[in-house]
């Protein structure tokens, strides 16, 4: 299993970048922040999944071992293949990813093309025990009460400042977008208006 690359970017293309390892090119498919991270050194290092299949051996890269970890996460969830499961770590960060599962939030991942209400369900109910579990979660759980307090109060939160936006005309997309600017901790309005201000 080749689990990460370390190398030179030399080529890019929409589908992702070729790393040249040694003298050998190869092809990963990879998210937005993995092949920024590729273009921007002159020797980058990126954690991948090897994805085989009878006819085929797909390389997939990520910027950091926790957009993989969740890239595999998401091959686990019954309907959800490599390109749906890297199209949803692409479209947004392993933290805001997080805390949508968590806070059972399958608004988010229905804004992600090609995923339906259903199968948004399914993500947030097949990943929600497994991602309390995780390790960053975990920390955070484990630092007191007054975490898991402010956890739960950041989601709730979060959906408000973002079904506000959503309601004077943002998508769920776009929202999210200028709500990931903005300071978790401020109350729903402040985070409406912040995010506005920034339009």
Do not use: N
């Amino acid at each position: 299993m080749i689990r990460r690359l370390r190398g030179r970017c030399v080529a890019r293309d929409a589908d992702g970048v070729v790393l040249d390892v040694a003298g050998v090119g190869y092809f990963v498919h990879a998210t937005p922040s993995a092949a920024r991270k590729a273009e921007s050194a002159e020797e980058v290092v990126l954690e991948t999944h090897l994805h085989v299949r009878e006819d085929a051996l797909a390389l997939f890269g990520f910027a950091s071992a926790e957009e993989r970890r969740l890239f595999e996460q998401l091959l686990g969830v019954a309907g959800i293949g490599p390109k749906v499961a890297l199209a949803i770590v692409s479209a947004y960060g392993p933290r805001e990813l997080r805390r949508a599962i968590a806070a059972e939030d399958s608004a988010l991942f229905e804004s992600i093309p090609g995923i339906g209400r259903k199968l948004a369900q399914r993500v947030v109910l097949e990943l929600k025990e497994r991602i309390a579990a995780s390790p960053e979660w975990s920390a955070d759980e484990t630092a007191g009460s007054g975490t898991a307090a402010r956890h739960e109060h950041s989601d709730t939160s979060h959906r408000v400042a973002r079904d506000a936006l959503v309601e004077l005309g943002y998508t769920v997309a776009e929202a999210e977008q200028r709500l990931a600017t903005v300071d978790p901790d401020m109350d729903p309005a402040d985070r409406v208006r912040e995010a506005l201000a920034a339009a």
